[in-house]
């Protein structure tokens, strides 16, 4: 059995990276054999639509509306969409809405709008809503939240490798660049801090024109940047990362002809649910429910 706190390698990514099919997912290590036996499986939603990424202003609204509210009645379970946002929030709650704002693939404003609209729609009262990126830490409702939603684009990352969910609540600390040794394993940590710790109520990772390739620290091109249409929806942030991630990797074989690791290998994601308990990192014990568009999913 491989010791509990090992970390996801660069050479433990390369293999892989190597599974069988290009649509499968990743075979991450997993080393917990009494957790494998006992854990329940996390359920994410990946929804697409072939539309989206071509959509803008009202249409895009429109679109991302009926696909958030048609994922949550899936995720949580509900048969009409006020049901399925009542089990994410209540109108007592204070929420924060995290939000990224990189300038060249930022969190849609069509999103960002339609979960406010949603939760004032369940109760929640205007003035108890915030959406923030680099400001969380000031932010006054942010401060005093008590549920958090966390939302943002799927990115090639220079420091992470990925820059996912789990990586969007850097801004939570005041020193991010401490969290960026051993391609920002330590991100977990954030999330149990006790401004953090147990108030996220839903994971949405944009799956729209993600980037999948990247070098250096801020690079962007359009030439890796695909219409996949898709958002990735889950409680579990490690789980949808984790599903995230698969579609990136496959992404990248196809698009070199050839296995083609992210770079650096997303450590993080492993060491949040190895190291940090916050999710479910394996294949196995992830529930992939896929409705909408079908073709080049990239994930089986």
Known sequence: MKPLNRILTRRDFIR???????GGLITLPFSHQAKAQSLKKSRVVLIRDPLLAESRGASQYQLLGKMMDEA???????DQPASA??????????????SNVWRFLSTPTALENIVKNRLLDVGVEERNIAVDDR?????????????????RPMRTHHWSGLGTLLKNYIMFVNAPFTYHGN???RLGAIWNLDHVKGKTRLNILA???PLFHGIGPHHF?????????GLIISTDPVAADSIGAHIIQAKRNVYFGEKKPISPPPHHI???DEQFGLGNSHPSHIELVKLGWTKDQLIS
């Open 72 to 78: 949550l009645m899936v995720l949580f379970e509900a």
């Open 16 to 22: 892989a990276g190597s599974y069988a099919a290009i």
């Open 207 to 209: 799956m729209i024109t």
């Open 135 to 151: 400001g969380v830490r000031s932010n006054p409702v942010f401060k005093k939240s008590t549920a958090l939603i966390n939302m």
């Open 85 to 98: 946002w009542q089990q994410v929030v209540s109108p007592k709650d204070v929420v924060g809405i995290k």
């Open 183 to 185: 391609a920002c394993e």
């Open 270 to 272: 492993l060491a949040a």
């Open 221 to 229: 091109s359009r030439r890796y940047i695909w219409p996949y249409g």
